[in-house]
T-cell receptor, first 111, second 117 residues
Framework: RKEVEQDPGPFNVPEGATVAFNCTYS??????FFWYRQDCRKEPKLLMS???SGNEDGRFTAQLNRASQYISLLIRDSKLSDSATYLC????????????FGAGTRLTVKP | DTGVSQNPRHKITKRGQNVTFRCDPI?????LYWYRQTLGQGPEFLTY????????KSRLLSDRFSAERPKGSFSTLEIQRTEQGDSAMYLC????FGHGVAQETQYFGPGTRLLVL
C-alpha cells in the first residue's frame, strides 16, 4: 500500500463546476498536510496547508480527518486556469523533512 | 527572480556518463531538498541539507548519487555512471526552518529534466 494515495483521475469538469479530490495516508503519526498544484512539465507549487479544523482560501477548501486518515480538497466555481495536477502531501515529522507526495489527481476544466 | 533556480533545465546524456545538476535556493533559506519525479508519480525525496550539513539520504539515493552544499548556499547533485532508469525530473526545493517560522514551507525550482539514452 502506498503511503499517500490519491484517485489519479482524470477529472474532466465544465467551468463553474464544483469538484472534490480525496487523499488517504497510511502513517497515523503524520504531522502536517498540504495540497500542491503542478502544471504540466512545471514544478509543484504550494496551494494550501491543511489544518485540523479545516481551512478555506477563496474557492478552495481543505479538510482533514485524522481518525480516518483522510484529506480532501474542494474547488468551487472551477476556472479554466484550475486545470492542473493536484498533489496531496503528508509529512510524518514535525520538522518537515519527510514529505511524502501522492501521485496526483489530474483535473481538466473545460469551457 | 528571487525563487529557486536550477541548471541546466534539460540534460541528455549517454548511459555511463556522469552528470551534475545545480540548485540555487531562495537566498535566506537554510534547508535545501532534492527530489526525483517520474511521469505519473509525485516527487520522491532523495536528500536534504540544513545549511551545509547533509542530514538525511533516502534509500533511493544509490552510491552513484552524491550531493553537496559546500557553503550552505547552492547545491549540486551528481550522478555517476548514469543508467536509463535515472531518466527523470530532478527537483530542488528550499525552505526556511526555525527562525520563528511557524510552519516550514518548501518552494520548488523548475527542475532539471534528465534523459539517459
Amino acid at each position: 500500500r502506498k503511503e499517500v494515495e490519491q484517485d489519479p483521475g482524470p477529472f474532466n469538469v465544465p467551468e463553474g463546476a464544483t469538484v472534490a479530490f480525496n487523499c488517504t495516508y497510511s502513517n497515523s503519526a503524520s504531522q502536517s498536510f498540504f495540497w500542491y498544484r503542478q502544471d504540466c512539465r512545471k514544478e509543484p507549487k504550494l496551494l494550501m496547508s491543511v489544518y485540523s479544523s479545516g481551512n478555506e482560501d477563496g474557492r478552495f477548501t481543505a479538510q482533514l480527518n485524522r481518525a480516518s486518515q483522510y484529506i480532501s480538497l474542494l474547488i468551487r466555481d472551477s476556472k479554466l486556469s484550475d486545470s492542473a495536477t493536484y498533489l496531496c502531501v503528508v509529512n510524518s515529522r514535525y520538522n518537515n523533512n519527510d514529505m511524502r507526495f501522492g501521485a496526483g489527481t489530474r483535473l481538466t476544466v473545460k469551457p | 527572480d528571487t525563487g529557486v533556480s536550477q541548471n541546466p533545465r534539460h540534460k541528455i546524456t549517454k548511459r555511463g556518463q556522469n552528470v551534475t545538476f545545480r540548485c540555487d535556493p531562495i537566498s535566506e533559506h537554510n534547508r535545501l531538498y532534492w527530489y526525483r519525479q517520474t511521469l505519473g508519480q509525485g516527487p520522491e525525496f532523495l536528500t536534504y541539507f540544513q545549511n551545509e550539513a547533509q542530514l538525511e539520504k533516502s534509500r533511493l539515493l544509490s552510491d552513484r548519487f552524491s550531493a553537496e552544499r559546500p557553503k550552505g548556499s547552492f547545491s549540486t547533485l551528481e550522478i555517476q555512471r548514469t543508467e536509463q532508469g535515472d531518466s527523470a525530473m530532478y527537483l530542488c526545493a528550499s525552505s526556511l526552518f526555525g527562525h520563528g517560522v511557524a510552519q516550514e514551507t518548501q518552494y520548488f525550482g523548475p527542475g532539471t529534466r534528465l534523459l539517459v539514452l
